[in-house]
């Protein structure tokens, strides 16, 4: 069997974001970045980006995204473009459509709106 976890996006550590927001920080507006970025604090707006973003456990995101790689773990609110792969995990919420080449919704995961699987 596939293991999607086997994508070094599980393996990232603090250390390896160039940018992390942290949980007592509330953002409006656009984001824009090219290396990995964190999320763990609020989000309203958009997010674009050619690199790889996590949306933590505790961060709350209302933002339509496109990047390469998205995992989330926490609540967005919102569409999702993904180049690469979306990957929702167990405690992770997407309320919005979801547009990806591999789009991975674990196990206890919640998802309201629209998949589109598409060639990368």
């Known amino acids: 069997m596939f293991d999607v976890k086997e994508t070094d996006l599980f393996e990232l550590e ?11 920080i509330k953002f409006s507006g656009s984001i824009k970045f090219t290396k990995p970025f964190l999320i763990r604090g609020s989000v309203n ?32 609110t919102g569409n999702i473009i993904g180049k690469k792969i979306v ?6 919420s997407v309320e919005g459509d979801i547009t990806a080449a591999q789009v991975v919704l674990e ?7 629209k998949c589109t699987t598409v060639r990368s």
């Open 14 to 24: 603090d250390e390896d974001f160039d940018t992390v927001m942290e949980s007592d």
């Open 45 to 76: 707006g958009s997010i674009s980006a050619t690199s790889d973003l996590v949306i933590d456990t505790m961060a709350k995101v209302k933002a339509d995204i496109e990047t390469n790689r998205v995992l989330v773990k926490g609540i967005v």
């Open 87 to 92: 990957y929702v995990t167990s405690t992770g």
């Open 107 to 113: 196990p206890g995961s919640s998802f309201t709106g």
